[in-house]
């Protein structure tokens, strides 16, 4: 069984639901019958990342990362960043003190406990230009991200000779580049989805990652999806760097009917989307365990 939960929803502007990172869990048998997962990966982990997860501990199923009222960080195995926005990187530099230092004492000597994966035009950048002000802390040239994480490269799709993230024996997550934001060109600032592909039954699930509406390149992976949570913008706008409702409004049913919704703003509630349930598989839900794929 492979599991995502969303810590929070919300757009990077959200204050009622956390910002948009995920937790992805693979489990031999199923989340009901175990304590915790034989392999899990978080889908970024930005400013409300900690909070997010702090509260999400305390539910019912997340015991396991819970260590005596704290988060239990050395129990999420991997981060997968998809790009540099704070609402998806702002929690990074609490994870890697936490890490280093905090739970180093309980393990000592074996080295960076966590992960850190992506695109290598997006780690690259993560150091230079967003943790090294808070973490180039350490004797000597002050350290890197090395220092504070396992460091893993992978190419997306596009590139040829990708290399998937496993999960379990069972599973496999690989980058897609989407269409975000657009300095002069289409996907030249590094932004990426995932692919989630159950090699078992054949079958795959999308998580858009941020992105405009882009069914060119997001097409021929959302039609044979089994799943999609897709991003929404739900207000309209002169040059969205998100799809906005209204463009998804106009995908094929089939489609629509299994895509969640998440990354949307505060207003989600408001009367005038009471139809989206109704459209859409729904807004998607903090905090609840999604079933991408189950046991044949």
């Known amino acids: 069984m492979l599991t ?19 937790l992805v869990e693979a489990w031999a048998g199923g989340s009901e019958g175990q304590a915790s997962p034989q392999d899990n990966l978080l889908i970024d982990f930005g400013a409300t990342g900690p909070l997010a997860l702090h509260r999400l501990k305390d539910q019912p199923g997340f015991a396991y990362l819970n260590q005596a009222g704290r988060i239990n960080y050395p129990a999420i195995r991997r981060v997968l960043i998809t790009h540099l926005h704070a609402d998806h990187i702002g929690g990074l530099e609490e994870l890697a003190l936490m890490t280093r230092y905090t739970f180093a004492k309980q393990a000592p000597g074996q080295g960076p406990a966590v992960e850190l994966i992506g695109a290598a035009e997006v780690l690259e950048a993560l150091w230079h230009h967003s943790l090294k002000g808070g973490l180039a802390t350490l004797p000597g040239d002050g350290g890197s991200l ?49 692919v989630f592909t159950d090699r078992a039954a054949a079958a795959t699930a999308l998580f858009s990652g941020d ?21 929404v913008q739900l207000d309209e706008a002169e040059s969205p760097v ?18 969640v919704l998440y990354h949307y703003a505060d ?10 349930g109704e459209e859409f598989a729904g807004f998607a839900r903090p905090m609840h365990r999604y079933t991408v794929f189950d046991e044949p």
């Open 211 to 231: 992105t405009r509406f882009d069914p060119e390149n997001l097409g021929p992976v959302m039609e044979p999806a089994r799943l999609i949570f897709h991003d």
């Open 146 to 194: 090395s220092d504070y994480f396992t460091v893993r490269a992978v190419r997306p799709l596009e590139d040829g000779a990708a290399a998937p993230i496993p999960l379990m024996d069972r599973y496999e997550v690989s980058l897609l580049r989407t269409h975000h934001i657009a300095r002069e060109e289409r996907f030249d600032w590094p932004s990426y989805g995932l």
């Open 242 to 259: 998100h799809a906005t409702l209204s463009e998804l409004r106009t995908l094929p049913e089939p489609i629509r009917r299994k895509m």
């Open 4 to 22: 995502l939960t969303f810590l929070g929803v919300g757009s990077a502007f959200a204050k009622r639901n956390y910002q948009a990172n995920a």
């Open 267 to 276: 207003d989600w509630d408001s009367p005038r989307y009471d139809l989206v």
